[in-house]
């Protein structure tokens, strides 16, 4: 049997010597041979001393695998499997070592979010995300409790006014020493004695201080908030929302939920990728644990849908599950809508005599962390991630369609976003233009596509190839526009409908697997990264098409009632029928000529439509906001922070003339309950008085002609000005900073650790005879 290296290493050196490098292997055990092997080697050429040296040089940037392998358990395999991929790339044993544990160390801090880590279970996410909510909210009541004490003091006379004092002047410190010293000599202070004739409160100035208004505690507790959210590396709510919405927003367990969720499912899935357990030998378009994290959220979602009800005003009740199922959440009909229209669109093009063209685009190399051909790690491969690779498409058709329109080549048509066996995006483009444009359009987007690394668009023998960018003239007489993007259209959704008799291997995708298993995947690609799978340009609102098909037959008595109640013009009514007819006959290309034409602003089609803000139709108790702790009793909606909910109602219906009338086509009321439960006027907060807090949240205005007895302020607590706000905020850093509130909270903190320790002392008995029996503390 050989010797190990670790022993081998022990006949280099002395005592000491063998105990120092025994320190170094036993930081990093699973790595102490390679490591001896490494000094061994050293030490017999150059002496124990250099070997000691190259010990101490090469293992500060190391770390134990083990330790990531046990933390993230559950693809421990796979991260193992990765790390020593990345040790054989390296032709020398240490630069392996070295960069197989950097990417291990960037893997550990990916995976942990926060304090949570990315592998663990949705129940773990959930508590953690109802842990970060409540720490925002006391952060919040600990600030509101700290105001409600200054005031406090404040109104009983214990705090003294702010000074007002008048800026320093001075260079140097001994000149503004002089300035003050000479400021304070000056100004009547209670150690100036005052002259016999002078009454004593003569000496002294008095001047209103305002109380601190609970804004400063949002303004103060949302930087906390919005630090916490970027330590998560999670984006904060928009700064333009108003501070209280904002800090909703930061206290809600569900807003953190969502954030979380989406943080870490898109981490998990990008160190699989660079795992390489994404590729088409592997779990093509996205790696198997995200498949099935999907498939449990899917479940969660079903499971959810099937426990709600909607009742309308008709008795009718449905469940959301089978709401669901009739609209475009259900695969079949979002295909069937998409088919269609692109199929007649396909129509329209012909009519006009337009030319179609399919273009395909792809990204650099530098997106892709396999090699297509032989799925082993891509040298160019830069780190990013398909959410990256979409930014990067987005912002070449971005430069792409500003060209065309400055040069008036107008095109429309659809856009396929899919993706490569490895989850990098590429686009497919189905696009008509005018036949004497084709040439220039091409030439555009060939442009775009092809500027940056153009030296990966050549083969070995010097040919250009299509890696980057690839055209495709429509010929009518081998098939229509629709056949070329009919079997995308399936891949990405379901994969269904689409083999066709007579053709081998229609039923499979580029890559040799069955479109109805590739479909999950990719739903489960697109929904991780974010992507927009399918996006129609230069075409009307499908928002319009989809609203007008709601007057169906049926409701035809409803909609001769409405215009017998608003009265529209005939012109207008002509407009809506005409636009009708074409929509629910299925016919998208007349649905197009009539809002237009391809190409058409959309601010001269005829139809928009129309949103208004939902108004609370029930009579129980007031709601409160959650963003700002008002009481809302007015007659508009207002969502879970404080926002205002607009709805849509129908369509606004304009003729040549531009005169406009609007078109109800929502003729539902629904009602979202429990299933099997009625309402029974429920509303999930009960009868609860308005709060009281010594924090003043409002200023009572001065009463005026024809005010109400009530003050506005009451109501409405009034927001401070931004100068107002600032100066309150100063005011209360130098009160919390004052040396009395640090005695206070000294001494809070003193008495804390002893009620603690007297706890824990209390929580440890002394050990009973087994004879006694078990002992169990208090409180199990």
């Not at 930081?27 to 010990?55: C, K, M, T, Y």
């Not at 091409?442 to 153009?454: M, V």
């Not at 008995?765 to 029996?773: D, E, R, Y």
Request: include cysteine.
């Amino acid at each position: 049997m050989s010797e190990s290296a670790i022993e081998q290493s022990l006949s280099f050196g002395t005592a000491e010597c063998h105990r120092w490098r025994q320190a170094f292997f036993d930081r990093l055990p699973s790595l102490a041979e390679d490591l001896a092997a490494g000094f061994v080697e050293i030490a017999q050429r150059h002496g124990n001393a250099a070997g000691n040296r190259w010990l101490a040089r090469h293992t500060g940037r190391l770390i134990e695998p083990g330790h990531v392998f046990r933390r993230f358990e559950s693809i421990a395999d796979d991260l193992r499997r990765a790390f020593a991929e990345i040790r054989r790339q390296s032709d020398a044993a240490l630069p392996g070592l070295v960069a197989g544990c950097d990417w291990l160390a960037t893997v550990e801090k990916r995976l942990t979010v926060g304090s949570l880590n990315a592998t663990h279970d949705d129940d773990a996410l959930v508590d953690y995300a109802k842990a970060q909510a409540l720490g925002v909210e006391d952060v919040r009541n600990a600030v509101i409790g700290n105001i409600a004490s200054h005031n406090r003091r404040l109104r009983l006379g214990l705090l003294p006014p702010p000074r007002r004092l008048p800026p320093v002047r001075g260079e140097t410190i001994s000149a503004q020493a002089r300035h003050l010293a000479m400021l304070i000599a000056q100004a009547p202070n209670p150690l100036t004695p005052p002259l016999p004739t002078i009454p004593l409160l003569a000496v002294f100035s008095w001047q209103r201080a305002p109380v601190m208004t609970i804004a400063v505690a949002d303004e103060l507790a949302l930087g906390r908030a919005r630090e916490r959210a970027r330590l998560h590396g999670i984006a904060p709510p928009s700064p333009r929302l108003k501070p209280a919405a904002q800090l909703a927003r930061l206290g809600c367990d569900k807003w953190w939920r969502r954030k979380l969720r989406r943080a870490a499912g898109r981490r998990l899935e990008q160190v699989m990728r660079e795992a390489r357990r994404v590729h088409k030998r592997a779990g093509i378009y996205c790696s198997d644990l995200t498949v099935e994290r999907r498939r449990a959220q899917k479940v969660r979602n079903r499971a959810l849908l099937e426990t709600l009800e909607a009742i309308n005003q008709d008795d009718q009740t449905y469940t959301l599950a089978e709401l669901a199922e009739l609209g475009l959440a259900n695969p079949d009909h979002r295909r069937a809508e998409l088919m269609l229209r692109i199929r007649d669109t396909e129509v329209e093009a012909n009519r006009l005599g337009h030319v179609g063209l399919f273009f395909t685009l792809t990204t650099p190399s530098r997106f892709h962390p396999v090699l297509a051909a032989s799925s082993q790690r891509n040298p160019k491969y830069d780190g990013s991630t398909p959410r990256d690779a979409q930014q990067h498409l987005q912002a070449l058709w971005a430069k792409a369609r500003a060209s065309l329109a400055r040069d008036g080549l107008g095109i429309y048509g659809i856009r396929v976003v899919e993706p490569h066996h490895d989850g990098t995006p590429h686009w497919h483009l189905l696009v008509w233009a005018k036949p004497e444009n084709v040439e220039a359009v091409t030439e555009t987007l060939r442009g775009y596509a092809e500027a940056e690394s153009p030296e990966e668009l050549f083969d070995r023998f010097g040919q250009k190839t299509t890696a980057r960018f690839k055209v495709e003239i429509i010929d009518r007489a081998r098939g229509t526009a629709a056949g070329y993007v009919a079997k995308y259209i399936s891949k990405n959704i379901n994969g269904e409908q689409f083999t066709r008799a007579g053709v081998d291997g229609d039923h499979l995708d580029r890559y040799g697997h069955d479109l109805a298993d590739s479909a999950p995947r990719i739903e489960a690609w697109a929904a991780t990264w974010g992507i927009r799978q399918f996006q129609f340009m230069g075409l009307p609102s499908v928002t319009v098409w989809r609203e007008v098909r709601r007057l169906t037959e049926q409701q035809a008595d409803a909609l001769r009632r409405w215009e017998e109640a608003t009265q529209p013009r005939a012109s207008i009514a002509r407009v809506l029928h005409q636009v009708r007819a074409a929509a629910l006959a299925g016919q998208w290309d007349q649905f197009v000529r009539l809002m237009g034409g391809p190409n058409a602003p959309r601010k001269l089609q005829p139809i928009k439509p129309w949103s208004i803000p939902a108004y609370r139709l029930d009579s129980q108790a007031d709601d409160i906001s959650h963003a700002t702790g008002e009481v809302n009793r007015g007659l508009i909606e207002r969502g879970r922070y404080g926002d205002e909910i607009k709805v849509p109602k129908g369509l606004v219906v304009t003729d040549r003339r531009g005169r406009s009338a609007e078109y109800l086509t929502r003729l539902y009321r629904w009602d979202v309950r429990p299933k099997r439960a009625a309402a029974g006027g429920f509303s999930g907060g009960g009868a609860a008085a308005d709060p009281w807090t010594c924090v003043t949240n409002c200023t009572a205005p001065a009463p005026g002609a024809g005010q109400s007895l009530v003050p506005k302020g009451i109501l409405t607590p009034r927001e401070p000005s931004p100068a107002e706000l600032q100066a309150q905020i100063e005011r209360y850093q130098e009160w919390r900073a004052s040396e009395e509130m640090r005695a206070e909270l000294e001494n809070a903190d003193l008495e804390h650790r002893q009620i603690r320790d007297a706890a824990q002392r209390h929580a440890k008995p002394a050990a009973l005879p087994l004879w006694q029996g078990e002992y169990f503390p208090d409180g199990i």
